[in-house]
């Protein structure tokens, strides 16, 4: 008796090879989603948990920017000063990373700090006249202020004496000088009180000497502020005319 044979329709052989296809397909795609997940997108998770994100500490000192990193596991550099009328001396103008950034763990943020309004000097317009001197300062950006006569001797009337501040001292953009000028007209025997007020002793005596007149009455008084041995105060005041051999009184600040 032969036996039955089985007949495999060509249809039912072509679903049986698509479907194995497609569990292949499947497998390898799970395969690769297993490889992108655990290279790709799990350190990206895990460097996300090490993220920081920056606060901003433009306009606070340097050292409360510093304990708010601190707290957030960043840190702070100095990179830079610069002058700044809108900042105060020693705050912060600007960071980088700026503020709202996610930095990593431990990053720096590098900040510029203000060095306060900036300074101008104040020229020397000692021997000049009135209104050369005013041009001088409008030059640097100052203005002139009060103007002080006073009666000299051998100087042409006019002539700039001396200035507050003097010259060679900072000040800001626009600040107003004092000028002391020459009033002309006095007697040959006159001369003018220089200003030794926060110079030494031993540079006042010289000076005083210098023009024609005489060191008067000395008396001290404890100052914590300047060095022992600085002039304080002056009688009469520098800039004042006075007939030579008159004695200039001094306070000066104790010795220890």
């Given at each position: 008796m032969d036996r039955p044979t089985l007949t495999i329709h060509p249809q039912a052989a072509s679903r049986a090879r698509k479907f194995f296809f497609l569990l292949l397909a499947m497998g390898m795609a799970f395969l690769i989603s297993m490889v992108l997940f655990d290279k790709i997108?799990?350190?990206l998770a895990v460097r996300h948990n090490d993220d920081r994100l920056v606060p901003s500490v433009t306009g606070l000192s340097v050292d409360?920017?510093?304990?708010?990193?601190?707290?957030?596991?960043?840190g702070v550099a100095v990179v830079g000063e610069e002058f700044s009328s809108a900042y105060p001396v020693g705050t912060i103008i600007t960071q980088l990373p700026p503020p709202g950034m996610r930095v990593r763990e431990g990053r720096l943020i590098r900040v510029s700090v203000s060095k306060g309004s900036p300074k101008l000097v104040v020229p020397n317009m000692?021997?000049?006249?009135?209104?050369?001197?005013?041009?001088?300062?409008?030059?640097y950006g100052l203005y002139v202020g009060e103007i002080v006569e006073?009666?000299?001797?051998?100087?042409?009337?006019?002539?700039?004496?001396?200035s507050f501040p003097q010259s060679g001292a900072g000040v800001a953009p626009q600040s107003r000088v004092t000028l002391t000028i020459a009033a002309g007209g006095v007697?040959?025997?006159s001369t003018w009180v220089p200003?030794?007020?926060?110079?030494?002793?031993?540079?006042?005596?010289?000076?005083?000497?210098?023009?024609g007149l005489e060191l008067g009455k000395l008396e001290y008084e404890d100052n914590e502020l300047v060095l022992p041995g600085t002039v304080l105060q002056q009688e009469p005041p520098g800039g004042m005319a006075a007939r030579r051999g008159e004695r200039v009184k001094l306070l000066v600040a104790r010795s220890e």
């Open positions: 997108f799990m350190p409360s920017a510093g304990a708010i990193l601190k707290s957030v596991d960043l000692v021997g000049m006249g009135r209104r050369q001197a005013e041009l001088l300062l409008l030059d006073v009666d000299t001797a051998g100087v042409a009337k006019g002539t700039v004496l001396g007697e040959p025997d200003s030794v007020v926060g110079r030494s002793l031993e540079e006042a005596k010289k000076r005083i000497a210098a023009s």
